[in-house]
């Protein structure tokens, strides 16, 4: 039976003459073919045993440091006018201490400050009304748009813009016409009433003697009492006199303080809510209103930072709830600013330094970047984000062209260097893990080995609809 087989089997061979040879069913490029497999199935579960893959969460940040940056209202309604740009003055330092400690002016320096104030004024005025008259040349306007004042230093002190109400600077001056009005006429009564003293106490004076005279003689019987009555009566009502005129100059005296008190009360009102001094070491991160744009009363001005907003290290970063619990201190993570591809320039190399406890609101956010329309974009991403803080690591020595002076991953020339305000694309690395890690969960809820999970809902699907 044996031989039957193999005599089929060779005549079925293509060789002719080759009949004594045994039937070869493998053969070499089948093997190879086999080979080639088996190793390319040992490579694959040794991968999936020993290499690891990064697991990381998104989340999005701001080139900014962490510090807050506030934001400064406007306390009146009026014409706004930038001083930051302009050299220091005199008046801007008399000013501030007037505002700290308006106590320490007398009438004098306090009125000198006003009249000041006043001046100041009327040459504002004088400058919108001669640049509306001029016009701006393409030049002088393409200079003006070189300008950029974000991230310039401010010392305490400075004075940033003063916004000038024009009901402000008429009860101003109002109350200084006042204080000289009154000023005058107090000094004209004055010198009238001190005219009369002089010729009342001369008066006092010879009468004063001649009832003296008279009381000596009325023990000779001279003098009878009722002339000495008359004369005392006499006597008392130029005291009176006096003293009437004296009441009268305190009265004129109590005037002028008035009239000082309220313009003192006028000129620390508009330098309160007029006049914007920084009140600390600040920079400058934003200028909302143009120079000489009108403003209304809590309408934003300025953003300023703490810290300097050129290089920051420290930035906030934004995670959802989800995201936030997988992320704790120490972990790498690679942000990219926007505009950059993360495929061609990958991105800055970085570390989560700390993480928030609770989650931040619109304010918290706005706070953080400085910025309403960024804080709206992370709040339409996540409705409650939570803030971690990011250390942008810094190249040691020159990594590439346009790097901004941080460590990137790609190591190479950039086409353009990142700027203070960039939105970041963050990326945390959480943890690395096994390919067969990410599998064996699977197939357990393929078989039924473990329980299915729950659907993914959202916090608007999960609330019950309202009946009508």
């Known amino acids: 039976m044996t031989q039957l087989f193999n005599d089929r089997a060779l005549r079925k061979r293509h060789r002719v003459g080759d009949r004594n040879g045994p039937v070869r069913l493998l053969t070499p490029p089948l093997r190879l073919t086999l080979a080639l497999g088996i190793l390319i199935a040992a490579s694959g579960a040794l991968w999936a045993i020993f290499a690891r893959i990064p697991i990381s969460v998104q989340g999005t940040g701001v080139l900014l440091p962490v510090s807050t940056i506030n934001s400064s209202l406007s306390r009146t309604n009026g014409k706004v006018y930038w001083f930051f740009d302009k050299p220091v003055q005199a008046w801007h330092r008399t000013a501030l201490k007037f505002r700290n400690d308006p106590e320490q002016f007398d009438n004098q320096q306090m009125t000198a400050l006003a009249r000041t104030m006043v001046r100041q004024t009327a040459s504002l005025y004088d400058k919108q009304a001669k640049s509306s008259t001029t016009d701006q040349t393409s030049t002088e306007f393409m200079e003006s748009l070189k300008r950029t004042y974000r991230g310039q230093q401010f010392s305490v002190g400075t004075l940033l813009l003063w916004v000038q109400s024009s009901a402000q600077q008429e009860r101003l001056q109002s109350a200084l016409t006042e204080l000289n009005r009154t000023l005058a006429d107090s000094r004209a009564q004055s010198i009238n009433i001190q005219s009369k003293q002089a010729i009342l106490s001369g008066e006092l004076s010879s009468r004063s003697s001649y009832l003296q005279k008279m009381m000596a003689l009325e023990g000779r019987g001279f003098v009878s009492r009722e002339s000495i009555l008359q004369e005392q009566a006499q006597v008392d009502t130029i005291r009176s006199n006096i003293l009437g005129n004296r009441n009268e100059l305190i009265r004129i005296q109590n005037q002028n303080n008035e009239a000082y008190q309220k313009l003192r009360n006028e000129l620390a009102k508009l330098i309160n809510e007029e006049l914007l001094f920084a009140t600390r070491d600040v920079y400058l991160s934003q200028v909302i209103p143009n120079d000489g744009e009108p403003v209304t009363q809590g309408q934003e001005l300025l953003k300023l930072s703490d810290d300097d907003l050129a290089d920051p ?3 906030p970063l934004f995670l959802s709830s989800k995201e936030m619990a997988q992320v704790f201190p120490g972990m790498p993570a690679l942000v990219t600013p926007s505009g950059y591809k993360r495929s ?18 619109r304010e918290d956010v706005q706070a953080r970047v400085g910025m309403k329309s960024l804080a709206d974009v992370i709040m339409q991403k996540e409705p409650a984000p939570t803030l971690a803080v990011l250390a942008l690591k810094r190249a040691k020595s020159s990594t590439g062209r346009n790097s901004g002076g941080y460590l990137w991953s790609s190591r190479g020339d950039l086409p353009y260097p990142p700027t203070a305000g960039d939105r970041l694309e963050a990326e945390v690395t959480t943890r690395s893990v096994a390919p067969i890690e990410l599998v064996l969960p699977a197939l357990r ?3 039924g080995w473990s329980p299915p999970e729950p659907p993914a809902t959202t916090p608007a699907a999960s609330q019950p609809k309202r009946q009508p």
Do not use: D, H, T
């Open 313 to 315: 290290v420290l930035v």
């Open 344 to 361: 061609e320039v990958g991105g800055i190399q970085a570390e989560v330094v700390s993480m928030g406890k609770l989650p931040s609101s």
């Open 445 to 447: 809820r393929f078989f």
